[in-house]
Structure formats: structure tokens, C-alpha cells
């Protein structure tokens, strides 16, 4: 297993290193860390600040001391605020990381309870109206479901009940006035929410099908005529089997979610990694964008391997192959 | 007594009519003005915490350094801490603030000379009096320090002299017309013995604790929230409210909606479209604010078929201002009107019409086409030398408004003759690269002048100076490329002209040129919107000015029945 592992982390680096040339270039060619000087009427502030950045180098140069210096963690300062980037990124991942833990909790749950629920009674009414459903989340774009949320979750339950406050809120963590942990959880409602429905609607489709293939095999019908009771089949021997490609699916998704909650964390003033890379991109900001980019890239990659090391932990027969 | 009696019925009875039919009407449509207010400052609510939302957050608080020029970083942080010596009324009036005692002594010759004499009673958060020497050390920092934002009319003082510590002398080797901004909007005054000797930016960047106004910073969660609480040591109009929290929604219609949730007790968007819908929304004062931001039609005057005047002036006889307008902001507010000159309608000194000259007109179009050599092709559009009447509009691609201006000018100037292409990009790629190297055609995009006086634009608009070139490192502003070396000395000396009256006949020449070269077509005066819950807010909501915005009396604000 550790072979395995190793192999599979040493597959990673070069990845990793194709990535940072990636997005060095991108990053280089899309932005223009000078741009902000350029309308200033001091006429040599453009040529100095080009040598304070170092941009007068060559781009190999440049590169392999941006390179060497994010690898030893120092980031530098942002052009634009003048802050420690690493540690802008370290307050954004950890809100982001907030969101997604919660977010995986709920969608997880709910997507392996419909998923069970589906192939256990296939073609029932209530499997035809998660499928639907799973349709419906799968098509509905984030920002119009988040958008709706505020409308039919905040809006409307405070007008019609003639509330003082939302039930729900839909801004930032917490309230102006309470940092208590049910108003923590009442700014959360929302967001995680809108990070779900696509994951469930994903999820419960996959876990449906690998539970209805686990349920259709030998070890099952054999367990089934050795007189186990289904619900025994169904957890024990079904489910377990059934969850090995749903875990892989899920640590590949959770990876991309890093980057990923643009529109979540935009639409409700969470400030996460996805509202640091929006502000980055307006603002030009080539120090914040890097970084960023380089920390998204390597979540991927990190969940990728955990994805193919926990497949070969649930099945061996991948780490033997 | 039976006469009595029925009028004291009939009475009884109007009365009973008119409360049932004010609860019945109540609600839905009712929109609560500012002046239905009675409450006075001194009988104003104490106490509570308001919520506004912020269209940006702030970069950092180093308002002339990094994050200089930022509006929203103005009107949430340093309007409401800093010390200024000017205010400006809501009618763009600059007057002295209470800082100074009065207005600063103004001399002209030999050299401009101007003494500002600072309030005994004004003090910083932690009690030390406001001094000449602040006025000395904030000079210092924009003429001297590195990576600052705008030195203009710093660099014109040679030295500040303090005869007594409560007295500055501002001494210009050259003259500066736009005095009245130097120490105020967004440059103000800076505590000198907090910071000198020290590095101001790495001080101030994230946000400060120290108030030379009427708030201060409790907290500033970056991406989160930023708290203001009264600065118990201000010598003004102290604020009725425990603390003002602003909160960043960064999409508007994530805004809108968390405003109608009564997530925020006060929004103040830019103009759009959307936000027409809580003009009917109960208890919301609802008013489209015009500042001095513009936004126009830009013309690169280098580029063919835009090198060509008549060209130019067809174009702008070919567009409709009114009819872009009436669609941009028609459904938010009726009398927003396209702008004439290079300032909006509020600048009430320096604001003038000549542009409304250039009204649709296509005999217009024909006559200064025919008269350039163009002949109209089957298609209906203008060709030349084998080549046709063709354009392209470049602006922030994403920018709903800017698209819907872009739609309605490519009908109407189809209809002219002229075909126009859009092709939009990030606001990085346009202000960084498009406009300095002068790869677009017409750039569509607005100015945010920080003083009313027209010298804060038009100089690195037009001047010959201001135009982008590799030897200069493509800076300046002059993306127009317009090049006139009389216009441009005439410019420069509106900006050291400190007679009123001479500089507003000079301002009046210099528009004559402009206007008959259209380098750029003013269109629209970029109104902002105050979104106002007059259920939670009380106090006077239209204080508001075309610099500071309509927080600027936010200490005068306070929460209906103490709570909101």
C-alpha cells in the first residue's frame, strides 16, 4: 500500500510543476501588474515600479524566483492592498473550507440516503420524483437558485410573518450584533445550500446506479439465499460496496470545490477563496492571483491522489493491480 | 346644539373614514420622505447599530498611497475618520469644514499664498490638538513619498510654515486653481505624531484606530465587515448611533434582494436597471444621486475611420443621448439627463452645454459625410476609398449597462450609415492595455473626477502631455490621443487660474475647441442610487454631495424607536 502511495505522490510532482509553468504564463500574458501605474502623472513611476517588481528579467528568471519563493512561502504582499497575501489566502481557505465541510456533510448524507432509497424501491414513485429532482438540480444554475433562496427563504418568510429579522440570513457569516453559533448557523443555511444541490443531484445518481449494480451481484444474491435479512444485504454488504466509486467521485469534487464556490461565496458576501479570486482578477492583482491558483491547482491534485489511494484502500484489487 | 352635535358627527364620521382608509392604503405604496421627519438632532434616538451595504470593500485604508482615489473606501472609512479642511454642501459647494474656523486667507500675488487657520477645539481620537504640523506632515507625504496616488497641486506648494501651531501658511511656487481640495477629499489630513518618521502605509493599511472626525474604526474583518463606533473625543455633531457596521455584497442583485430582507438599512448602488425594483418597496426613500463621475463615448482620434473630424461629429449627430439615457436609467429616475460638457449637471460652477449642440440629426450625418467624401453604398452604409464606415465599440465586457448602451448605439448608427462591431474585455485589458497602446476605436468608459474643479480631468484627457507613448511608458490618460498644443496651453492655465471668472471664459474657450473636435461625445452622468429604510433610519438623507456621497452626515443618522 505504501508503494502504492509513494508511486501515486510521485506522479503528482511533475503535475504540480507543469501546473505553477501553466499558470505563470497565463497569469503573466492575462494581467498587467503595471496597469494601475499607467494613468498616473508621475511619468517614471511605471519604469520604477517594473524594476521593483522585477519584471524588467527575463520571464524564465521571473519564474523560477516566483517559483523558489512560493515554494519557500513567501507569497509577497498583494499590488493592490499592500497585505501579506498568505495570509489573505489563509483567511479565505479556512471561511471556504467552512462552507465545503458543512457542504459535503449534508450532500453526502443526503445523496447516499436517496441513492439507497432509489435502488432499494427502483421505479417506485418516490425514485421517479428523485430522479426528476436530480434533473432539475443537475440543469439549475447556482446563481439563480442561490438568488431565489434569498427571495423564498428570507424575503418572503419575514414579509409574510411579519418578522423584524430574517429566519435566514443572506450576507457574510455572522450579524452586525451576534457572533452566536445560531446565527453562525443561520448565515450558513443558505450558502451550503447552494453549493449542495448540484452535488446531491450528482451524487445520489452515482450512488443509485453502483448500489443497484452492487445489489444485482453474486455476492449478494448468494448472501441473500444464505437467509441474511435484506436490510442486513442492503447496509452491510450492499452499501459498502456500493460507496467505493461514490468516494472517489466525492474527493475529486471536494478538490475542485476549493476554487470552485465563485458564485456561492459572490452572491452571498461569503468571504471565501472564490471572492478573493474575483477581487484578484478585477483588481489585477498578479501576487494574490498566483498563489491562489497555484493553492486551487494543488488541492485538485491532492484530492485526485486521496481519491486513488482511498480507492485502493476500499478495494484492493486496484492496489494489486 | 343639534347643529353641533351633527357636525361632530360628521366629524366622527371623516375621521373614522380617513383612519380606515390610511390602514387600508398603508404599506404597500407608501414612500416615506426625508423631510416628513420632525425629529431635530438634539431629540434624535440614541443608541443601536446600523447595517449598510458597501458595493466595495476598501483595498487597505492608505488613502493616498495604494488605495488612493477609491470611492467606496471614501465614503465607508475615510470620510467618517479623517480630519478635512474642506466639506462640500450638497448643492458641490466647497466651504470650510470644522477643522478650520473659517475660510482659509487666500492670496494671490506675488505668489498664491494660503493660510488656514484650524479650529482650537479640533482634536484627534486620543485628544492631542489638530496642528499645522499635521498640515506639514500630510504636504510631505504627497509631494515626497513614493507610490503616491495624485500629487496634484502638492507639488505646486513649496513649503508650509506654521507661525503658531493652530495656524498653517501654505506657500505655492506655482499657482494652484483647485486649492480648496489640497488637505481634503480624498487626500485629507494625517496625524503627524502617529506617523511621522514612520512607514504610513504599512500603518494605515489595515484600517487605523485613530479619528480626526466623528467615527472610528472598532473593526475591519477583511471580506466581512467593518465597524465604526462615535470617537468620543470629535468636537462636532457627535453621532446618535452606538456603531455603523458595513457589510460587502459584491453581486447587486444579492444586494437588492438582502435590502428588501432588511439585511441592510441603506444601499447605495450604482444606477441600473434592477433597482427600480424597490422604488415602490414600503418605507424606502428611494433617490437616484448624480455626482461628478461621466461617462462618455471616447474617440480615438488616431485611428481611421475616427482620425477623420467629420467623421466624428457625424457620429455624434448619428446617437440619441437622449433615447440611451431614457433606456439606462428611464425605469430608476426620469430626470436623469445626458450631460453636455465634461461634469454633470450638479457641478453647478463649472457645468455648461455645449454639447447639446450634437442632437440626432442624419441631414446632419449626410451633409458632413458627403462633405468628407464618403458616398452611402447599397447597403446603406458610408464607404470610402473601398472601405466602409466601420467602427467598434470596446468597453468592460460584463457591464450590463455599457452592453445596453452599445446595443442602442449599433441601431442607431446603422441607421446613419455606419456600421459598428462590439468587442468588450476586462477592465485590466482595456485600462491597461487597450487604451494606453491605443488598439480600440471607441472606448466607452467614465471618469471620477475628485474635485469639482475641471482641472482635476481635462488636463490628462486633452493635454498633448497626458497622451500614451512608448517614451513616456504609455502613462497619461489621453487615450483620445487628441492632439492640440493651443488647447493644451490653454489647459494648463485653467489649472493655475485663480480668478473665477477669467477661468470659467477660458473653460468656455477650451469647450469651443473640444466640441467642434469631438474627441470624445459626453453621454450620461453614472448616477448612484441611495436606497434608504425610513422604517429603521431617521435623520436628513439628502446631505448627500457629489464628493462625499450621502453618508457623509451619517452622525446625524439615528435609529427609529432605538432599535433597527
Redesign the interface.
Known sequence: MLTFAVRRIAYSIPVLLLASVLVFLFVRETTDPLARYRASPDKELVGRERKLLGLDKPITHQYTTWLTNFVHGKWGDSFVSHRDVSKDIRASLWNTMQLIIWGILFSAACAIAIGVYSAARQYSVLDYTFTGLSFVGLSMPVFWFALMSIQFLVYEPKRIFHLSQPILYSVGLHSATDHSLLDYGRHLVLPVLALSVQLIAGWSRYERASMLDAMSSDYIRTARAKGVPRSKVLFKHGLRNALIPLTTIMAIDIGALFGGLIITETIFAWPGMGRLFVNALINGDTNVLLPWLMITAAFIVLFNLLADVLYGVLDPRIRLA | MRRMRRSTQLTVVLLTLALVAAACGGGKKKTATPKATTTTQANAPKGG?L?L?ADQEP??G?AIG??GAQLWAQYVFEEQVMARAFDMTSLGKQVPSDVLTGLPDLVTTPKQKVTYHINPKAVWSDGQPILCADFLYSWDQEDHDQDI????GYKNISGIDCPDPKTAVANFSAPYADWRSLFSGFTEIWPSHLLKGKNR??LV??GFKWSGGPWMLDHW?????L?LVPNPAYWGKKPNLD?V?W?????S??QV??Y?????AAIYPQAQLLLALLKNQPNTFFKPFVVFNYEDLWFNTSKPPLDSKAVRQALAYATDRDAIVSQLFGPVGSLIKPIQSYTTQVNKTWYSTEFSKYKRDLSKVDSLMKGDGWTKGPDGIWAKGGKKAAVELNTTAGNKRRELTEQVLQSEWKEAGFTATVNNT????L???WL?AGTFDIGIFAQTPSSPHPSATMC?NFCTL?I?TTA??????DYTRYNDAAVTTKIKGLDTELLATKAKADLADIMSSLVEAVPSLPVDPLPQVFVVNTAKVGGYLEAGNPIYGPFVNLNEWYCKGGTC
Open positions: 447599530t447595517v451595504g483595498l487597505c492608505d495604494a488605495c496616488n495624485d500629487r496634484s502605509d504599512a493599511k489595515d474583518t477583511k471580506g466581512q465587515e465597524k456603531a457596521v457589510k460587502f455584497p459584491a453581486d442583485a444579492a434582494a438582502d428588501k430582507s432588511g439585511q441592510f476586462k477592465a485590466g485589458t485600462f491597461g492595455q494606453p490628462s497626458s500614451p513616456n511608458g504609455n502613462s497619461g490618460q
